[in-house]
């Protein structure tokens, strides 16, 4: 397997949009500044494909469409929110079969001040997909956990999403072995990065690095998946 790491796509543009609008969030300022956020998006788009292209290298499962595909809008929806900032002061994009609304676990990249990061997994599933997980964990838990509590996984991601139910879910018994992954809500991980990280020539290896590190979680998810949802 080669991975190719050659290509420097800029991202201080994109960096210094996110920071600059997180200060001049309202819509004349943007309006007076749309082809700055353009050339931001475009960058981070550029990024977005060649970093896809590697990850389907590494994970042959995931095929990559078009940049659009994965990256979320800039526009909140404000409608039931007390903060009425009409845009979002970050860039994301989960890359995932389907799509940046897939329901299969992927890989998620956020560049934000202050609150960047690379991760990924399965977030708050809807019903099936997540009695569907459950059900894997309940006969595979140790095939999890050998994964989760791997070194070199525990090393790039620490921690788990802490967002777990305080008792064991219904139709699983409370007393088993995988009580405590059952309880989970959410299968997701996330590995803090700093601005300098981002706008170094090797940001585009770190986030190759870490979405490999994160494949076999998502290998389980999402064959737990697919094995289970009809």
């Given at each position: 397997m080669k991975l190719y790491f050659m290509k420097n796509i800029e991202l201080k543009r994109v960096f210094d949009f996110i920071e600059t609008i997180e200060k001049n969030n309202n819509r004349e300022w943007y309006t007076g500044n749309k082809s700055f956020y353009l050339d931001a998006k475009n960058d981070f788009e550029e990024f977005l494909e060649f970093i896809a292209n590697q990850l389907e290298i590494i994970d042959p499962?995931?095929?990559?469409?078009?940049?659009k595909d994965y990256t979320f809008r800039i526009y909140r929806d404000v409608r039931f929110s007390k903060n009425k900032a009409p845009y979002k002061n970050h860039f994301g994009a989960f890359l995932?079969?389907?799509?940046?609304?897939?329901?299969m676990a992927g890989y998620y990249l956020h560049l934000e001040p202050g609150a960047s990061f690379i991760g990924g997994g399965v977030y708050r599933p809807d019903k099936d997909y997540l009695k569907a997980i459950r059900q894997e964990m309940y006969y595979s838990y140790k095939d999890y956990e050998k994964i989760v509590l791997n070194d070199e996984f525990n090393k790039y991601f620490p921690?788990?999403?802490p967002d777990k139910l305080k008792t064991g879910p219904r139709d699983f018994p409370k007393n088993c072995d995988a009580i405590e992954w059952l309880k989970y809500k959410s299968f997701a991980v996330g590995h803090s990065i700093s601005k300098e990280e981002i706008v170094s020539a090797n940001f585009a290896k770190e986030v190759i690095n870490g979405f490999s590190t994160l494949k076999p979680m998502n290998d389980f998810l999402n064959n737990a998946i697919l094995e289970n949802v009809k």
């Open positions: 499962n995931f095929h990559f469409t078009k940049a995932a079969n389907g799509g940046r609304k897939s329901p921690t788990l999403m």
